[in-house]
Each structure stands twice: as C-alpha cells, then as structure tokens.
C-alpha cells in the first residue's frame, strides 16, 4: 500500500467546479487572480482554495467580497480538527464575514464536497441575544473584582478571578487576626454570600476548621498569600480597621 499523497490546492479545482455545476453555475479557473469564478445569471461567486484554513485565506476571500456577490473557501477536510475549540472559533468568524466554507474530501479516486458554512448574511441581534449569557457572566465577573491585578496577555500566572479575591480577602483577615468565626468574617468585611461556602470547599486548601464555624489559615494558604502581597495589603488596611 503506498504513501497517501499531499493534498494540493490544485486537487480541490475539479470536485468544486463539478460541485457548482451541480448547482448551475458556468465556472471558470483563475480569472482575475481568483482561484474559481462561477456565474449564474447575474450573481458572480468565487471561491478561495488553501491547504489549510488560516487567516492568509480569510482575508483573500475578504478582499474577492468586493468584487463577488459569493465568497467561499474551500479547504480539504481534516476530521481531526473539526471539533476543536479552534475551528469553531474560525467558523464563527467566517459566519460573521458572511464567507462560505466547503469541505473537500477523497477516497480513492472519489470526491465529495460538503457545504459546511453557508455565505448568508449574519445577524448581529441573534448573535448578541445566544451570547447574552456569556455576556453577564463577563459583567459580573468585572463588577466583582476591587482592582485590576492581572496583566492583559499574560498566561503563565495564576489569574486573579473574583473568587479568588474573595478567598484573599478572607485569608488577609485570617492572616491578621488569627482564627475567625464566619460572622466574625462577615462583620470585617468578607463578602456575606460567599464566605461560608469559600471556607466550606477550601478550593485552594488555604483554610483550616478550627472549631465549628471558626476557620485559620492553613500552612499553604499562609505560604500561596505571599504571592498577592498587593491585595493582601489592601485587604489588611482597608477592610480590617473598620471595628465593631
């Protein structure tokens, strides 16, 4: 059984113009430094094809929406790959271009082309509406948080999210002060709807159950706080003054 050849960009010309024909479209290769034109009475659709789908080709099939009334990329199909958090991010922006996606695969001397995404004009509100969720949790997540305390593009440091400024702020006061009653927590400031449940799951093991409903901080909690020396601070001087 021999190697399986390199899929070549030039492979996927026959079974997409066969695909438009299909279709009714008269189709024609490199016109005007379009890889495939095909006509239908008046509407003019081209179609880009790559290797790979990447942003090179996105933004050809951009720059051919000015001349096309129709624009798709067409690209060989990689099973692999379609279920990746990459792909669905690449074809919702394509859907958001109102760009066109067919898949091209072989078996042996057979092709078949499937039309993945459709070049149909995008609706914003719809989109805004199935992102609405997304969109409080981000809101909320903001309002949450007391300062700014990550850096934008980072990713090799443990983010600081609203839950863990609240596990902070808490183990600040512990720190402080020593063992602590759950109210005791309450009345120095530590968030009244969340506390017991930080301290319950002790999702970072920072905590210890002293007695019942009194919490100190555990060997690694006084260690890991080290290292949010700033909110730490913050949390000392500002919510641990304010006295009964």
Known sequence: M???????EEDLYAPVKDHLIQLGYD???????CDVSALKGETL???????????????????RQR?????????????????TKRWKNICHLLR????????????????????AIEPKPFSREKS???????????????????GDYNTGGCTRKKLVTAYREKSIQIAALLKAEGPLSIKQLKDRGADRDKV?????NNFYDWFIRV????????????????????????YTHGEIMKED
Request: charged content about 35%.
């Open 27 to 33: 189709v024609k290769g490199e016109v005007k430094n």
């Open 211 to 234: 007695s019942r409903g009194v919490y100190d901080l555990s060997e690694r909690g006084k260690i890991e706080i080290e290292n949010y020396s700033e909110l730490v601070e913050y």
């Open 128 to 146: 805004r509406r199935v992102s609405n969720k997304k969109k409080s949790l981000v809101l909320k997540e903001f309002s949450q948080r007391q």
């Open 96 to 115: 958001r271009l109102e760009i066109g996606l067919l898949l091209v695969s072989f078996r042996g001397d057979v092709s078949m082309v499937e039309e």
């Open 45 to 63: 659709l081209v179609v880009e094809m790559k290797k790979t789908l990447n942003l090179d080709v996105i933004l050809q099939a951009t720059l």
């Open 2 to 8: 021999g190697e399986k050849r390199e899929i070549l």
């Open 67 to 83: 001349v096309a009334d129709i624009v798709y990329i067409a690209v060989p199909k990689k099973s692999r790959i379609l279920f």
């Open 196 to 200: 017991s449940k930080i301290l319950q």
